[in-house]
């Protein structure tokens, strides 16, 4: 089975630059697509196609994919990124799939 | 942009069938594909299944045999039924649009979502 794999968390600093990573064989050859989940909130597209910002997203939002690691980028972190973010792709065997998330902490 | 609404009852008894309707504003039924997802409490999230405007469908594997899903486009609403349920299907339920490009797809815009208690 495809399995995305993602770090339980990650945590930076107010004005730095947070990557958060989404792992999988051969990542590069699908296309990545990223969520943010606030507490208590659904999901919110923030990335799609590896690198495309849904109107309103903020251009400090960014993504990259190659290899076997496609990474979500956030520059200049502000307290209102803390949330959850997941990957997800489409795979052919299993359709469609989520990474398990990753809890970005601004300290 | 597409506005979408859950409704349904927040506790099934185990072994019955859950019932979920997504209510679509903004938009037409008789376009895109409507799906469903669904995210136990504290965990992460879980794709159900989606169904084209023309009635096609596909369904996490994991789910298909107790899982159907329906589109009614005269009241521009979907609907997810899932059988024989158990407490490891509580969770809250997120209808939302599935944004299909080649071979990928996305979700765009999502209800509020809805949670669902399996207990008796």
């Known amino acids: 089975s495809y399995v995305l794999t993602q770090p339980p968390s990650v945590s930076v600093a107010p004005g730095k630059t947070a990557r958060i990573t989404c792992g999988g064989y051969?990542?590069?050859?699908?296309?990545v697509h990223w969520y943010r989940q606030k507490p208590g909130q659904a999901p919110e597209l923030v990335i799609y196609y590896d690198n495309d910002r849904p109107s309103g997203i903020p251009e400090r939002f960014s993504g990259s994919n190659s290899g076997s690691t496609a990474t979500l980028t956030i520059s200049r972190v502000e307290a209102g990124d803390e949330a959850d973010y997941y990957c997800q792709v489409w795979d052919t065997s299993y359709d469609v799939l989520f990474g398990g998330g990753t809890k970005l902490t601004v300290l | 942009q597409v506005q979408l609404q859950e409704s349904g009852p927040g506790l099934v008894k185990p072994s019955e069938t859950l019932s979920l309707t997504c209510t679509v504003s903004g938009g037409s039924t008789s376009s895109y594909y409507w799906t469903w997802i669904r995210q136990p409490p504290g965990r992460g999230l879980e794709w159900i299944g989606y169904i084209y405007y023309s009635g096609s469908t596909n369904y996490n594997p994991s789910l298909q045999s107790r899982l159907s899903i329906s589109v009614d486009t005269s009241k521009n609403q979907f609907s997810l039924r899932l059988r024989s349920v158990t407490a490891a299907d509580t969770a809250v339920y997120y209808c939302?649009?599935?944004?299909?490009?080649?071979?990928?797809?996305?979700?765009?815009?999502w209800g509020q979502g809805t949670l669902v208690t399996v207990s008796s």
């Open positions: 939302a649009t599935y944004m299909v490009v080649g071979a990928t797809g996305w979700f765009d815009s």
């Open positions: 051969n990542i590069g050859s699908k296309r």
